[in-house]
Each structure stands twice: as structure tokens, then as C-alpha cells.
T-cell receptor
Framework: DTAVSQTPKYLVTQMGNDKSIKCEQN?????MYWYKQDSKKFLKIMFS???????INETVPNRFSPKSPDKAHLNLHINSLELGDSAVYFC???????????????FGPGTRLTVL | QKEVEQNSGPLSVPEGAIASLNCTYS??????FFWYRQYSGKSPELIMF????GDKEDGRFTAQLNKASQYVSLLIRDSQPSDSATYLC???????????FGQGTELSVKP
């Protein structure tokens, strides 16, 4: 029944490690997103894919690499983790990337990443 | 100037009162506006969206948009303790579905 799901829910790791977060949506949406929410609760977009094609790539360190094997999945791989990467990462999806009526975004439950 | 600004609060209202949450945005060309509710430790949940000037009502929630003043608000009538959460205003940039969020307003409804 879960519309947008993410795994894992919690991720605790050491600095310098590489980790991945997975996201899946069963809404039939074409567009998926990754957001980062910092300790001050500020939510900021990182990437967006539309039908497996990258359409938004914010100013994010290239240690972060999204991958979309199909339009229902968007994974986030992070290399050489740093303390400042600690945050909650949310995946979201929408019917389309823009235009009235199709860009309402629905969020997954989030992955709390803690880098020690 | 931040692209989307909200008062961070906390905003405290008694149960049954009207809660008024405000948001201003800087890009005059913005077309779509969203209100999300986020409970502590949970993900943002879409509660309202508005595209046209004026009011849009959905149950106890009313979104108001004034594009000339670059202002969008959310009214919650008959506030309940269960409405206590952080309310995020978001504005859609035309390129690629990019949502720009405000910093959120924390609402506390006291029984």
C-alpha cells in the first residue's frame, strides 16, 4: 500500500564510507526527486529524474550520485561520507515535472543518515 | 533575500481558534504554490495547493493567494491539537518541477 517507500529508514556509518539509499514508488508517476532536510528542518531539492532522465541537478557535491534504473525507482549513492552529510533524505514523486495539476509531490518516509 | 520566507514561529493558538500561516515568495513568475504539513519525525504531507488568485477551501483549510503581493497563506479553522506540526510553504519553479521550500512555521494548538 505504501506509495513512496525508502530503505533503509536509519543509516549510521563512519566517515569515509560509501552508502546507498533506495527509493521506490508505486503511483505510476514519471518524476522522482531527492531532497535533503538538515538539522534546522530546511528542505532542499538535490536531484530530479523524469522517466529515468536527470532534469534537476542542484549544486550538490559529486560524491552524491543518483541512479534511476526505471521510472519507479530512484536510488542515491553517496561516496566518501562526511560529517556534514548527516541529515534526513527524502525521496518524492509526482505525476510529471511541471505544468498545472501534475506536479504535486508525494514524499517517502525519509532516511535518517548519521555520519560518525 | 530567501526565495520563500515564512515566520518560523512557534505560533501558538488555543483549540478551536483560527490559525493563520503566512508565506512570501520572491519570484514573481511563480505559478504553483503548495502547503505541506510535517509532524515531528515524519515526512512532509501535501495538504493544499493553489494556482489562482483568491481563496481555495478544503474542509477546515483555506489557502489564499495574492500574486500581486507575492503572498500565500493558509488558514486552519477550528484548530485541533492534532494540527500541531510544522507547516511548509513551497513554490514551484517552472524548470523541471523544482519545489522551493520555506523554512516552515511550527504551529502549536493548545487544548
Amino acid at each position: 500500500d505504501t506509495a513512496v517507500s525508502q530503505t533503509p529508514k536509519y543509516l549510521v556509518t563512519q566517515m569515509g564510507n560509501d552508502k546507498s539509499i533506495k527509493c521506490e514508488q508505486n503511483l505510476g508517476h514519471d518524476t522522482m526527486y531527492w531532497y535533503k532536510q538538515d538539522s534546522k528542518k530546511f528542505l532542499k531539492i538535490m536531484f530530479s529524474y523524469n522517466n529515468k532522465e536527470l532534469i534537476i541537478n542542484e549544486t550538490v557535491p559529486n560524491r552524491f550520485s543518483p541512479k534511476s534504473p526505471d521510472k519507479a525507482h530512484l536510488n542515491l549513492h553517496i561516496n566518501s561520507l562526511e560529517l556534514g552529510d548527516s541529515a534526513v533524505y527524502f525521496c518524492a514523486s509526482s505525476q510529471g515535472p511541471g505544468g498545472l495539476g501534475i506536479n504535486e509531490q508525494f514524499f517517502g518516509p525519509g532516511t535518517r543518515l548519521t555520519v560518525l | 533575500q530567501k526565495e520563500v520566507e515564512q515566520n518560523s514561529g512557534p505560533l501558538s493558538v488555543p483549540e478551536g481558534a483560527i490559525a493563520s500561516l503566512n508565506c512570501t515568495y520572491s519570484d514573481r513568475g511563480s505559478q504553483s504554490f503548495f502547503w505541506y504539513r510535517q509532524y515531528s519525525g515524519k515526512s512532509p504531507e501535501l495538504i493544499m495547493f493553489i494556482y489562482s488568485n483568491g481563496d481555495k477551501e478544503d474542509g477546515r483549510f483555506t489557502a489564499q493567494l495574492n500574486k500581486a503581493s507575492q503572498y500565500v497563506s493558509l488558514l486552519i479553522r477550528d484548530s485541533q491539537p492534532s494540527d500541531s506540526a510544522t507547516y511548509l510553504c513551497a513554490v514551484l519553479k517552472n524548470q523541471g518541477g523544482k519545489l522551493i521550500f520555506g523554512q516552515g512555521t511550527e504551529l502549536s494548538v493548545k487544548p
